[in-house]
């Protein structure tokens, strides 16, 4: 995935004993696993710092005893909450363009290397954007500067990470495996949130200042000790070869199955004859199932991703049980969405991997999500309690298709048969889909800011509207699975009580 050979990270030649054959290949496995998860855990605990401090930059909430708009200019006064879909809208834009470029040039760099540089200048930036605060700065081209080129570094994380993974594991459990890995997402978000709520009252430069020093410290440990490739260290590719022997007994019922996909969604393409280079950008959109999971993701993103950055201004906001919470307060109980989004992940992945079915486990997690934000929406600021339970369901059902679109998906995409398990296509396809979905999580932020003026009914008749879209997607995809599932005797349970 790298040109030519990749240095192999210094922390491994400063300390020997963490080579073969003194560490076994589990051990690295799990090494990559937990770098990588912390690693983008990071990434995503220096993105949650904006949603922390909308309420303290917008206009504050309205009392008898108050009149006129307090806040940061220039996100204060009437058009505040505009300005700050605009600031989401401007990191998010920068970020999806930047997953394609990143992507692309994954596949062709030192991903250690190219990794560490998003995470020391998504720190650097997060850091200047605080620093705001303490030089007194209103000008919107200023933050919206900094947000942009913070997206460009933010979107060298994601195909690094998921390439690292798909290099290191074969596709045998790989939605359950990736289903508690993907939930970096949700702990860098809980991570992200608490820190930011923390020091709030301190200034709201340093809910900015503390993540960026975060990355930035796990970008060193990074550029120490993460190893992309078994073969760095003598072991066979599992991301290639031993996936394909691993599966070698099934790859005729797998050939017809892409077959079948091909007849009904129209997507299989010429077979890519070149296994070893990296695949090209418009042969990776061909390659069957990528177009739908990455319109899905489109609109999965776009749900996820206004929470992300609305929630805890819309629980600032909303009276729970007749009473506003503080920012502090709103900011540290909407980590209970992640936390329920952490289970939703490893939930669909293991689904999914029982009944081999990533299609079918998406849909029904998004039409089941429906109902689930029209009761937190309702019933939702009845008391606490229903607050935090339904806040926790949603999380778990929005996040679980998310979370299997962005990581299984992508990998098991990345590395079908039809390119040979190529895994030097894994970075580009894993930029696509998440590239699409971006473009997704970009549109939803950008158009809460300006529907919440309207009422939050409003926000959540869009949201519902986007989740039922992106289960439009996949209805095919989900049929050709279920034909061939039926058709393999898979699904014997399915057969007998339909008998």
């Known amino acids: 995935m790298q040109s030519n050979i990749p240095a192999l990270a210094p922390g491994l030649n400063l300390f020997p004993t963490l080579k073969p054959p003194q560490k076994t290949l589990t051990f690295h496995q799990i090494s990559a696993l937990l770098i990588t998860f912390v690693a983008y855990a990071s990434f995503h605990a220096s993105r949650k710092p904006p949603s922390i401090v909308k309420s303290v930059l917008s206009p504050e909430i309205q009392t008898n005893s108050t009149s006129g708009y307090g806040g940061w200019a220039p996100f204060n006064g009437p058009h505040g909450t ?26 062709r760099l030192d991903i250690r290397l190219f990794l560490v540089t998003g995470m020391l200048g998504s720190g650097i930036l997060t850091i200047i954007f605080g620093l705001g605060a303490w030089f007194n700065v209103h000008k919107l081209g200023f933050f919206l500067g900094v947000q942009i080129v ?60 503390l993540p960026g020093i975060l990355i930035i410290i796990i970008g060193i440990f990074v550029f120490l000790f993460l190893v992309v490739n078994p073969e760095d260290l003598g072991f066979e590719a599992l991301g290639q070869e031993i996936e394909m022997s691993a599966q070698i007994e099934s790859n005729k019922s797998l050939e017809n199955s892409e077959k079948v996909e091909s007849d009904d969604a129209g ?13 090209g950008f418009l042969e990776a959109w061909r390659l069957p199932g990528v177009a739908p999971f990455a319109f899905c993701l489109f609109f999965s993103k776009l749900v996820a991703y206004t929470f992300l950055y609305w929630l805890p201004f819309y629980i600032r906001h909303t009276a729970v049980a007749g009473v506003h919470l503080s920012d502090k307060s709103a900011g540290i109980l909407s980590t209970i969405f992640d936390v329920g989004g952490v289970l939703g992940g490893i939930l669909a992945g293991y689904i999914s991997d029982k009944i081999e079915a990533r299609a079918v486990t998406s849909i029904t997690f998004l039409l089941l999500s429906i109902p689930a934000l029209l009761l937190y929406r309702v019933f939702g600021s009845i008391s606490m309690y229903t607050n935090i339970g339904l806040m926790f369901l949603s999380g778990l059902l929005v996040n679980g298709p998310y979370s299997l679109i962005t990581t299984a998906v992508s990998a098991d995409l990345g590395t079908q048969n039809l390119i040979k398990g190529n895994s030097r296509a894994l970075a580009t396809v894993t930029a696509i889909i998440d590239g699409t979905g971006s473009v997704g999580a970009a549109l939803g932020p950008l158009l809460a800011g300006y529907i919440s003026t309207r009422g939050w009914n ?42």
């Open 267 to 279: 997507l299989l393409p010429s077979e890519i004859s070149d296994s070893s280079g990296a695949i």
């Open 82 to 107: 505009h300005r700050l879909g605009e600031l989401d809208l401007a990191f998010l834009s920068s970020y999806s363009i930047g997953m394609f470029i990143s992507g692309h040039a994954g596949d």
């Open 150 to 209: 913070c997206g460009l570094f933010q979107s060298i994380g994601w195909p690094c990470v998921v390439a690292v993974v798909g290099n290191w594991f074969g596709k045998e459990k790989r939605g359950l495996i990736m289903g508690f890995w993907n939930s970096h997402t949700s702990v860098g978000n809980i991570v992200g949130s608490v820190v930011s709520s923390a020091v709030l009252e301190f200034g709201w430069g340093w809910s900015f200042v």
């Open 458 to 499: 409003s926000v959540f008749f869009m949201l519902i509207l986007a989740i039922f879209l992106a289960g439009l997607f996949l209805i095919r995809l989900a049929k050709t699975e279920i034909k061939g599932k039926l058709n393999e005797g898979k699904w014997r349970w399915y057969s007998v009580t339909a008998q």
